[in-house]
Protein backbone atom coordinates (compact mmCIF):
# COMPACT_ATOMS: atom_id res chain seq x y z
CA UNK A 1 0.00 0.00 0.00
CA UNK A 2 1.35 3.79 0.12
CA UNK A 3 2.34 4.99 2.32
CA UNK A 4 0.21 7.00 5.75
CA UNK A 5 -1.05 10.21 4.61
CA UNK A 6 0.20 11.32 8.24
CA UNK A 7 3.57 10.16 7.62
CA UNK A 8 4.04 11.63 4.18
CA UNK A 9 3.09 14.97 5.79
CA UNK A 10 5.70 14.10 8.71
CA UNK A 11 8.44 13.35 5.81
CA UNK A 12 7.37 16.60 3.48
CA UNK A 13 7.91 18.79 7.23
CA UNK A 14 11.44 17.24 7.86
CA UNK A 15 12.45 17.81 3.83
CA UNK A 16 11.01 21.49 4.16
CA UNK A 17 13.34 22.08 7.28
CA UNK A 18 16.35 21.49 5.17
CA UNK A 19 18.28 19.76 7.85
CA UNK A 20 22.12 18.10 6.58
CA UNK A 21 22.61 14.43 6.43
CA UNK A 22 23.63 12.29 9.24
CA UNK A 23 27.09 12.00 7.30
CA UNK A 24 27.45 15.71 7.61
CA UNK A 25 27.16 15.55 11.18
CA UNK A 26 28.99 15.15 14.33
CA UNK A 27 27.83 12.34 16.66
CA UNK A 28 27.41 15.18 19.22
CA UNK A 29 25.25 17.11 16.46
CA UNK A 30 23.15 14.23 15.55
CA UNK A 31 22.45 13.88 19.26
CA UNK A 32 21.17 17.26 19.70
CA UNK A 33 19.05 17.15 16.57
CA UNK A 34 17.34 14.08 17.78
CA UNK A 35 17.14 15.44 21.47
CA UNK A 36 15.23 18.37 20.42
CA UNK A 37 12.76 16.40 17.87
CA UNK A 38 12.11 13.58 19.62
CA UNK A 39 9.52 14.43 21.77
CA UNK A 40 7.54 16.17 19.13
CA UNK A 41 7.02 12.98 17.52
CA UNK A 42 6.51 10.79 20.86
CA UNK A 43 4.74 13.07 22.31
CA UNK A 44 4.11 13.34 26.52
CA UNK A 45 2.87 9.77 27.07
CA UNK A 46 0.66 8.18 29.37
CA UNK A 47 0.86 10.91 32.25
CA UNK A 48 -0.34 8.12 34.54
CA UNK A 49 2.89 6.00 34.80
CA UNK A 50 5.42 6.70 37.64
CA UNK A 51 8.65 6.86 36.74
CA UNK A 52 11.98 6.61 38.95
CA UNK A 53 15.70 7.72 37.94
CA UNK A 54 18.31 5.53 38.96
CA UNK A 55 21.29 4.43 37.72
CA UNK A 56 23.30 0.54 38.91
CA UNK A 57 27.28 0.09 38.68
CA UNK A 58 28.04 -1.21 34.98
CA UNK A 59 31.71 -2.28 33.86
CA UNK A 60 32.51 0.96 32.40
CA UNK A 61 31.04 3.08 35.07
CA UNK A 62 27.33 4.12 36.25
CA UNK A 63 24.45 3.24 33.66
CA UNK A 64 21.28 5.48 34.06
CA UNK A 65 17.95 4.03 34.20
CA UNK A 66 14.48 4.90 34.39
CA UNK A 67 11.88 3.02 35.80
CA UNK A 68 8.16 2.37 34.70
CA UNK A 69 5.41 1.58 36.49
CA UNK A 70 1.81 1.80 35.71
CA UNK A 71 -1.27 2.41 37.30
CA UNK A 72 -2.41 0.18 39.88
CA UNK A 73 -1.00 -2.54 42.58
CA UNK A 74 -1.63 -5.71 44.63
CA UNK A 75 0.57 -7.83 42.96
CA UNK A 76 4.25 -8.10 41.21
CA UNK A 77 4.72 -7.09 37.72
CA UNK A 78 6.80 -8.65 34.92
CA UNK A 79 9.87 -6.79 34.21
CA UNK A 80 11.12 -5.38 30.55
CA UNK A 81 14.23 -4.56 30.00
CA UNK A 82 13.90 -1.25 27.30
CA UNK A 83 16.54 -0.53 25.10
CA UNK A 84 16.37 3.08 23.24
CA UNK A 85 17.37 3.19 19.19
CA UNK A 86 20.13 5.32 17.89
CA UNK A 87 22.04 3.63 15.30
CA UNK A 88 23.81 3.01 19.01
CA UNK A 89 25.09 6.39 18.21
CA UNK A 90 22.02 9.18 19.23
CA UNK A 91 19.15 8.42 21.66
CA UNK A 92 18.74 8.20 25.47
CA UNK A 93 16.30 8.05 27.75
CA UNK A 94 14.47 11.21 27.40
CA UNK A 95 13.90 10.58 23.70
CA UNK A 96 12.40 7.12 24.61
CA UNK A 97 10.28 8.12 27.57
CA UNK A 98 7.36 8.45 25.48
CA UNK A 99 7.30 5.12 23.93
CA UNK A 100 8.35 3.51 27.40
CA UNK A 101 5.68 5.28 29.30
CA UNK A 102 3.04 3.80 26.64
CA UNK A 103 4.69 0.41 26.79
CA UNK A 104 4.59 0.36 30.16
CA UNK A 105 0.66 1.43 30.49
CA UNK A 106 -0.31 -1.05 27.20
CA UNK A 107 1.47 -4.06 28.75
CA UNK A 108 0.88 -3.85 31.99
CA UNK A 109 4.44 -4.14 33.06
CA UNK A 110 7.30 -2.26 34.88
CA UNK A 111 10.06 -1.00 32.30
CA UNK A 112 13.37 -0.42 33.12
CA UNK A 113 14.98 2.02 30.29
CA UNK A 114 19.04 1.56 29.70
CA UNK A 115 20.81 4.47 28.99
CA UNK A 116 24.07 2.31 27.74
CA UNK A 117 27.07 4.15 26.42
CA UNK A 118 27.15 5.43 23.33
CA UNK A 119 29.46 5.09 20.27
CA UNK A 120 31.71 6.59 19.14
CA UNK A 121 33.28 7.27 22.24
CA UNK A 122 32.31 4.09 23.22
CA UNK A 123 32.68 1.72 20.62
CA UNK A 124 31.48 -2.01 20.32
CA UNK A 125 31.40 -3.77 22.52
CA UNK A 126 30.52 -1.63 25.21
CA UNK A 127 26.55 -0.87 24.43
CA UNK A 128 26.78 -5.14 24.72
CA UNK A 129 28.12 -5.36 27.90
CA UNK A 130 26.05 -2.32 29.25
CA UNK A 131 22.76 -4.21 28.56
CA UNK A 132 23.68 -7.43 29.35
CA UNK A 133 24.95 -6.00 33.24
CA UNK A 134 21.12 -4.27 33.05
CA UNK A 135 19.63 -7.63 32.92
CA UNK A 136 21.64 -9.48 35.79
CA UNK A 137 21.03 -6.08 37.76
CA UNK A 138 17.73 -5.96 37.23
CA UNK A 139 17.00 -9.79 38.00
CA UNK A 140 18.88 -9.48 41.06
CA UNK A 141 17.35 -6.32 42.31
CA UNK A 142 13.35 -6.99 40.68
CA UNK A 143 12.03 -7.00 43.76
CA UNK A 144 13.39 -3.74 44.76
CA UNK A 145 11.44 -2.74 41.35
CA UNK A 146 8.24 -4.01 41.95
CA UNK A 147 8.76 -6.83 39.30
CA UNK A 148 9.13 -10.52 39.42
CA UNK A 149 12.21 -11.93 38.61
CA UNK A 150 10.88 -15.19 37.13
CA UNK A 151 8.85 -13.09 34.28
CA UNK A 152 11.80 -10.75 32.58
CA UNK A 153 11.76 -9.75 29.16
CA UNK A 154 14.04 -7.62 26.59
CA UNK A 155 12.63 -5.23 24.19
CA UNK A 156 14.04 -2.67 22.14
CA UNK A 157 13.66 -0.65 18.83
CA UNK A 158 16.18 -0.72 15.73
CA UNK A 159 19.51 -0.12 17.15
CA UNK A 160 17.75 -1.29 20.65
CA UNK A 161 16.16 -3.99 18.91
CA UNK A 162 19.85 -5.39 17.72
CA UNK A 163 20.98 -4.93 21.51
CA UNK A 164 17.64 -6.72 22.41
CA UNK A 165 18.61 -9.56 20.48
CA UNK A 166 22.20 -9.88 21.31
CA UNK A 167 20.81 -10.14 24.89
CA UNK A 168 19.00 -12.60 24.77
CA UNK A 169 21.56 -14.75 22.75
CA UNK A 170 24.31 -13.84 25.44
CA UNK A 171 22.02 -14.86 28.60
CA UNK A 172 21.43 -17.78 26.75
CA UNK A 173 25.32 -18.48 26.22
CA UNK A 174 26.75 -17.46 29.38
CA UNK A 175 24.04 -18.91 31.47
CA UNK A 176 22.82 -15.71 32.48
CA UNK A 177 19.32 -15.11 33.96
CA UNK A 178 16.80 -16.58 31.79
CA UNK A 179 14.44 -14.47 29.68
CA UNK A 180 10.94 -15.27 28.95
CA UNK A 181 10.10 -12.91 25.92
CA UNK A 182 11.74 -10.56 23.26
CA UNK A 183 10.50 -7.74 21.78
CA UNK A 184 12.14 -6.78 18.53
CA UNK A 185 11.25 -3.64 16.88
CA UNK A 186 12.78 -3.43 13.30
CA UNK A 187 15.62 -4.27 14.81
CA UNK A 188 18.75 -3.50 12.96
CA UNK A 189 20.01 -7.45 12.69
CA UNK A 190 20.41 -9.42 9.57
CA UNK A 191 20.68 -6.69 7.15
CA UNK A 192 22.61 -7.21 3.65
CA UNK A 193 23.26 -4.51 1.01
CA UNK A 194 21.54 -6.33 -1.80
CA UNK A 195 18.32 -6.81 0.25
CA UNK A 196 14.89 -5.38 -1.54
CA UNK A 197 13.86 -3.31 1.32
CA UNK A 198 17.59 -1.75 1.70
CA UNK A 199 17.26 -0.43 -2.04
CA UNK A 200 13.45 0.79 -2.15
CA UNK A 201 13.57 2.64 0.48
CA UNK A 202 17.28 3.58 0.34
CA UNK A 203 16.11 7.61 1.05
CA UNK A 204 13.55 9.34 1.49
CA UNK A 205 11.87 7.18 4.20
CA UNK A 206 13.86 8.87 7.16
CA UNK A 207 16.29 5.87 7.61
CA UNK A 208 18.37 6.14 5.14
CA UNK A 209 21.26 3.19 3.34
CA UNK A 210 23.84 6.25 4.03
CA UNK A 211 22.59 6.86 7.56
CA UNK A 212 23.17 3.06 8.06
CA UNK A 213 27.01 3.17 7.14
CA UNK A 214 27.56 5.92 9.18
CA UNK A 215 25.68 4.19 12.19
CA UNK A 216 27.21 1.21 12.02
CA UNK A 217 31.35 3.10 11.58
CA UNK A 218 30.62 4.54 14.32
CA UNK A 219 29.69 1.86 16.53
CA UNK A 220 32.24 -0.44 15.12
CA UNK A 221 35.16 1.55 14.03
CA UNK A 222 37.32 1.14 10.99
CA UNK A 223 38.44 -2.83 11.64
CA UNK A 224 35.22 -4.16 12.01
CA UNK A 225 34.04 -7.57 12.48
CA UNK A 226 30.22 -7.35 11.14
CA UNK A 227 30.00 -11.35 11.73
CA UNK A 228 30.72 -10.94 15.16
CA UNK A 229 27.31 -12.16 16.59
CA UNK A 230 27.38 -9.63 19.24
CA UNK A 231 26.91 -7.22 16.61
CA UNK A 232 24.25 -9.32 14.45
CA UNK A 233 22.80 -12.53 16.12
CA UNK A 234 21.89 -13.67 12.54
CA UNK A 235 25.23 -15.07 12.22
CA UNK A 236 24.70 -17.16 15.70
CA UNK A 237 23.01 -20.42 16.28
CA UNK A 238 19.92 -19.10 17.83
CA UNK A 239 18.41 -22.50 19.52
CA UNK A 240 17.27 -21.86 22.82
CA UNK A 241 16.80 -18.17 22.88
CA UNK A 242 13.54 -16.72 23.95
CA UNK A 243 10.82 -16.60 22.24
CA UNK A 244 10.09 -13.32 19.90
CA UNK A 245 7.76 -10.58 18.34
CA UNK A 246 9.11 -9.16 15.65
CA UNK A 247 8.03 -6.02 14.16
CA UNK A 248 8.59 -4.44 11.23
CA UNK A 249 7.65 -1.57 8.89
CA UNK A 250 6.41 -1.43 5.42
CA UNK A 251 9.04 1.55 4.25
CA UNK A 252 12.21 0.81 6.00
CA UNK A 253 15.50 -0.40 4.84
CA UNK A 254 15.15 -2.94 8.17
CA UNK A 255 12.21 -4.37 6.90
CA UNK A 256 14.20 -7.26 5.22
CA UNK A 257 16.58 -7.74 7.99
CA UNK A 258 14.21 -8.10 10.70
CA UNK A 259 12.00 -10.73 8.38
CA UNK A 260 15.22 -13.00 7.82
CA UNK A 261 15.98 -12.82 11.51
CA UNK A 262 12.54 -13.99 12.16
CA UNK A 263 13.36 -16.49 9.79
CA UNK A 264 16.83 -17.71 11.20
CA UNK A 265 14.76 -17.78 14.83
CA UNK A 266 12.31 -20.28 13.52
CA UNK A 267 14.91 -22.19 11.84
CA UNK A 268 16.45 -22.72 15.62
CA UNK A 269 13.47 -23.91 16.90
CA UNK A 270 11.81 -20.36 18.74
CA UNK A 271 8.39 -19.84 18.82
CA UNK A 272 8.47 -15.99 17.40
CA UNK A 273 5.83 -14.15 15.28
CA UNK A 274 6.11 -11.06 13.07
CA UNK A 275 3.98 -8.35 11.94
CA UNK A 276 5.25 -6.04 9.26
CA UNK A 277 2.83 -2.74 9.60
CA UNK A 278 1.94 -1.40 5.97
CA UNK A 279 2.44 2.38 4.88
CA UNK A 280 4.45 3.22 8.01
CA UNK A 281 8.80 3.98 8.27
CA UNK A 282 11.02 3.14 10.34
CA UNK A 283 10.52 5.76 13.47
CA UNK A 284 6.84 4.74 13.55
CA UNK A 285 6.89 3.23 17.16
CA UNK A 286 7.71 6.71 18.92
CA UNK A 287 5.62 9.27 16.47
CA UNK A 288 2.43 8.46 18.91
CA UNK A 289 1.99 12.56 18.41
CA UNK A 290 1.85 13.24 15.02
CA UNK A 291 0.92 9.58 13.26
CA UNK A 292 -2.29 8.46 14.59
CA UNK A 293 -1.20 4.65 13.60
CA UNK A 294 1.89 5.09 15.65
CA UNK A 295 -0.14 4.80 18.71
CA UNK A 296 -1.90 1.56 18.05
CA UNK A 297 1.42 -0.20 17.31
CA UNK A 298 2.68 0.35 20.41
CA UNK A 299 -0.88 -0.39 21.93
CA UNK A 300 -0.37 -3.78 19.80
CA UNK A 301 3.27 -4.24 20.89
CA UNK A 302 1.95 -4.15 24.62
CA UNK A 303 -0.91 -6.58 24.20
CA UNK A 304 1.32 -9.01 23.17
CA UNK A 305 4.05 -8.71 25.89
CA UNK A 306 1.38 -9.11 28.32
CA UNK A 307 0.17 -12.22 27.11
CA UNK A 308 3.67 -13.56 26.51
CA UNK A 309 4.55 -12.42 30.23
CA UNK A 310 0.74 -13.23 31.82
CA UNK A 311 1.00 -16.18 34.42
CA UNK A 312 -0.10 -17.03 37.97
CA UNK A 313 0.62 -13.52 39.33
CA UNK A 314 3.26 -12.83 42.39
CA UNK A 315 1.93 -12.60 45.99
CA UNK A 316 0.58 -9.27 46.72
CA UNK A 317 3.03 -6.36 47.55
CA UNK A 318 2.37 -4.89 51.33
CA UNK A 319 1.83 -1.06 51.01
Known sequence: ?????????????????????????????????????????????????????SRFRGPGGDVPIRVYTPPGGGHVRP?????????????????????????????????????????????????????????EWVRAHAGDLGGDPDRVAVAGDSAGGNLAAVTAMLTRDRQGPP????????????????QPSVLENADGYLLTRADIEWFTTQYMGSNRDLDDPRFDPVHADLTGVAPAHVITAEYDPLRDGGHAYAQRLRAGGVPVTERCYEGQIHGCFGMQAVVKAS????????????????????PAVAD
Request: glycine letters at 10%.
Open 79 to 135: LVLYFHGGGWVIGNIETHDGVCRDLASDSGTVIVSVDYRLAPEHKFPAAVDDCFAAL
Open 179 to 194: LRFQLLVYPGVGVTDN
Open 1 to 53: MGLDPQVQAVLDELAALGNPSLDQLTPVEARELMNAGARLFSGDGRQDVTTLD
Open 295 to 314: RGIIADAGAIVRQALEGSPS
